[in-house]
């Protein structure tokens, strides 16, 4: 069979509707069809085919993709980036009173700070991330699994976080950072799996099925950045939400007061007795994510087709395939020269909007001493910003017909200015540079403004640039190239905080992340990246036909 069989006379228009013409293919080729329809589709001289496995999108199967991101982003924007790390530090804050030196907890003989001991936490999780995301993703992209595992992952992550609210004793604080470690592996994996629905969801559609073969790949960017954008913002809209919540319990559920060290570099600790224990309200919050994340899901759950890949291959199990899969991935990957340039530059802007995000939240309790409702209005913020940065930046792209990629670099540009901005604070005399309490909301909104567009528009060519058939392996590697980027600056801030006391400095690293990946966005061509990765599945196939 040629490529020029599975083409656009396979597919027909039947009352409005697009049908796959089945009558006059075998069995035998029908199963081979079935296999590669989605899979060498990006290819703008390849029409894509629509059967049972493949149905053409449908409004209700978008939205249960799109509540999904309201599902998962309250974990990001209330707990990973807003109170877990300071519900950890708290708890490991209160054991460290009874230490000996007041100042540290000990793990493995390695004494910590309470801050250090948060950001190592996140640097552990994100580590097991690269070594499990590696090895496993690949497996996925077989049979029914994307799926299986989105659901999965999903709701063990779920109840997890909502376990945080039995952690009632402070010396517990070596579970609550475990249990940060396991819901942050989880929610990682959740995230690959539902971002791998997106490149079939969109050849799925109806705009694209029924754009002429010179246009499809246009609009096959313009569906993605509508769907990726609608996403983000049904994401942000549930972090918005569920943070207006929270904030209030923040603010009214009160502590006992708790004795606690104030401990910095180069002076002697000093007791604070006057102060309440903000842990309770945190981990009600946690109780409250985890309910959101899991009861959302059911909307996935029931809405998204399986949109199935092919069948394991005859003798292998999952892990066998995946394993193979990545060995493949590796021998072959020069094959992928635009590509592999686009995610080392996300791994480095990544690195810097994650860092400005995790780090953000310590350095506001830690070096500037914001009560717990300063913190929540602050974490309202940045996704209200979010949500309609996503809608404005997308409406500026739309009018002005500006590239996707040229997109990513001017709002990267724009997310430059905050660790700029807060070098400021190196000069003793400026009395701005995240010196004051007023500047953490307009930091946070420019923040939010940015960083949702941003996380978009990155979505969209990586999509394209993802080769068909192996979306959850290379979704893995995208989340593991975020992810993998986010333990290096939270390890260096670990290790500044332990010499200087101060987590300012980690400005200094963020501005690096920013400017290097500018420069090699200019390098990357989507348009031959496209037709590489489709040369790179038939590779890995053995030749698709």
């Given at each position: 069979?040629?490529?020029?069989?599975?083409?656009?006379d396979?597919?027909?228009?039947?009352?409005?509707?697009?049908?796959?013409?089945?009558e006059?293919?075998?069995?035998?080729?029908?199963?081979?069809?079935?296999?590669?329809?989605?899979?060498?589709?990006?290819?703008?001289?390849?029409?894509?085919?629509?059967?049972?496995?493949?149905?053409?999108?449908?409004?209700?199967?978008?939205?249960?993709?799109y509540?999904?991101?309201?599902?998962?982003?309250?974990?990001?924007?209330?707990?990973?980036?807003?109170?877990?790390?300071?519900?950890?530090?708290?708890?490991?804050?209160?054991?460290?009173?009874?230490?000996?030196?007041?100042?540290?907890?000990?793990?493995?003989?390695?004494?910590?700070?309470?801050?250090?001991?948060?950001?190592?936490?996140?640097?552990?999780?994100?580590?097991?991330?690269?070594?499990?995301?590696?090895?496993?993703?690949?497996m996925?992209?077989?049979?029914?699994?994307?799926?299986?595992?989105?659901?999965?992952?999903?709701?063990?992550?779920?109840?997890?976080?909502?376990?945080?609210?039995?952690?009632?004793?402070?010396?517990?604080y070596?579970?609550?950072?475990?249990?940060?470690?396991?819901?942050?592996?989880?929610?990682?994996?959740?995230?690959?799996?539902?971002?791998?629905?997106?490149?079939q969801?969109?050849?799925?559609?109806?705009?694209?099925l029924?754009?002429?073969?010179?246009?499809?790949?246009?609009?096959?960017?313009?569906?993605?950045?509508?769907?990726?954008?609608?996403?983000?913002?049904?994401?942000?809209a549930?972090?918005?939400?569920?943070?207006?919540?929270?904030?209030?319990?923040?603010?009214?559920?009160?502590?006992?007061?708790?004795?606690?060290?104030?401990?910095?570099?180069?002076?002697?600790?000093?007791l604070?007795v006057?102060?309440?224990?903000?842990?309770?309200?945190?981990?009600?919050?946690?109780?409250?994510?985890?309910?959101?994340?899991?009861?959302?899901?059911?909307?996935?759950?029931?809405?998204?087709?399986?949109?199935?890949g092919?069948?394991?291959?005859?003798?292998?199990?999952?892990?066998?395939?995946?394993?193979?899969?990545?060995?493949?991935?590796?021998?072959?990957?020069?094959?992928?020269?635009?590509?592999?340039?686009f995610?080392v530059?996300?791994?480095?802007?990544?690195?810097?909007?994650?860092?400005?995000?995790?780090?953000?939240?310590?350095?506001?309790?830690?070096?500037?001493?914001?009560?717990?409702?300063?913190?929540?209005i602050?974490?309202?913020?940045?996704?209200?910003?979010?949500?309609?940065?996503?809608w404005?930046?997308?409406?500026?792209?739309?009018?002005?017909?500006?590239?996707?990629?040229?997109?990513?670099?001017?709002?990267?540009?724009?997310?430059?200015?905050?660790?700029?901005?807060?070098?400021?604070?190196?000069?003793e005399?400026?009395?701005?540079?995240l010196?004051?309490?007023?500047?953490?909301?307009?930091?946070?909104?420019?923040?939010?403004?940015n960083?949702?567009?941003?996380?978009?528009?990155?979505?969209?060519?990586?999509?394209?640039?993802?080769?068909?058939?192996?979306?959850?392996?290379?979704?893995?590697?995208?989340?593991?190239?975020?992810?993998?980027?986010?333990?290096?600056?939270?390890?260096?801030?670990?290790?500044?905080v332990?010499?200087?006391?101060?987590?300012?400095?980690?400005?200094?690293?963020?501005?690096?992340?920013?400017?290097?990946?500018?420069?090699?966005?200019?390098?990357?061509?989507?348009?031959?990246?496209?037709?590489?990765?489709?040369?790179?599945?038939?590779?890995?196939?053995?030749?698709?036909?």
């Amino acid at each position: 069979m040629s490529s020029d069989d599975v083409g656009l006379d396979q597919v027909s228009i039947e009352s409005g509707s697009y049908k796959s013409y089945n009558e006059d293919i075998s069995d035998s080729e029908q199963a081979t069809l079935s296999d590669v329809a989605f899979a060498a589709d990006v290819d703008p001289s390849i029409a894509p085919v629509v059967n049972k496995d493949h149905p053409e999108l449908t409004n209700r199967e978008s939205w249960g993709w799109y509540l999904y991101d309201g599902a998962n982003s309250v974990y990001s924007s209330v707990a990973i980036s807003g109170y877990l790390p300071v519900l950890v530090a708290d708890m490991a804050k209160y054991a460290a009173a009874d230490s000996e030196d007041h100042c540290k907890v000990y793990i493995g003989g390695i004494g910590l700070r309470p801050a250090a001991y948060a950001s190592a936490v996140i640097s552990i999780s994100v580590v097991l991330q690269t070594l499990l995301f590696i090895l496993t993703t690949a497996m996925a992209d077989y049979g029914n699994l994307r799926k299986r595992m989105l659901i999965g992952t999903a709701f063990a992550g779920s109840l997890l976080t909502a376990a945080y609210i039995f952690l009632s004793d402070y010396k517990a604080y070596w579970l609550s950072g475990l249990l940060l470690i396991v819901t942050n592996v989880l929610f990682g994996y959740s995230v690959i799996f539902y971002n791998a629905f997106l490149p079939q969801l969109v050849r799925s559609s109806k705009e694209y099925l029924s754009a002429p073969r010179s246009e499809r790949l246009k609009v096959f960017d313009e569906v993605g950045n509508h769907m990726s954008t609608r996403g983000f913002m049904v994401g942000y809209a549930g972090a918005v939400f569920l943070l207006i919540v929270t904030v209030p319990i923040v603010f009214l559920v009160q502590g006992e007061v708790r004795p606690f060290w104030e401990c910095k570099v180069g002076t002697d600790p000093v007791l604070i007795v006057d102060k309440t224990d903000a842990t309770f309200a945190y981990r009600i919050t946690a109780l409250l994510t985890g309910i959101w994340w899991f009861a959302f899901t059911w909307f996935t759950y029931f809405w998204v087709q399986p949109r199935p890949g092919p069948a394991l291959p005859a003798g292998q199990n999952y892990i066998t395939v995946s394993l193979k899969s990545v060995a493949e991935t590796v021998r072959h990957v020069k094959k992928l020269p635009n590509t592999m340039l686009f995610l080392v530059a996300y791994f480095l802007f990544s690195d810097g909007y994650t860092t400005v995000s995790s780090v953000g939240v310590l350095f506001a309790t830690e070096e500037m001493n914001v009560k717990s409702y300063v913190l929540g209005i602050m974490l309202v913020v940045v996704p209200f910003a979010a949500l309609i940065g996503n809608w404005v930046w997308l409406k500026i792209k739309n009018r002005f017909e500006i590239e996707t990629k040229k997109m990513i670099m001017f709002t990267i540009l724009c997310m430059l200015t905050l660790p700029i901005y807060a070098c400021l604070g190196f000069i003793e005399s400026s009395p701005t540079g995240l010196k004051q309490v007023w500047e953490l909301s307009v930091f946070a909104a420019w923040y939010g403004f940015n960083v949702g567009a941003i996380q978009s528009f990155t979505r969209t060519p990586y999509m394209a640039l993802t080769p068909p058939g192996h979306e959850s392996e290379f979704f893995g590697l995208f989340e593991l190239t975020d992810k993998g980027s986010s333990w290096i600056v939270p390890a260096v801030v670990s290790l500044l905080v332990q010499a200087t006391g101060s987590l300012r400095y980690g400005n200094i690293w963020l501005i690096i992340s920013f400017i290097i990946p500018l420069i090699m966005l200019v390098f990357v061509n989507v348009d031959k990246g496209v037709n590489d990765a489709k040369h790179f599945a038939d590779i890995k196939s053995g030749g698709y036909p």
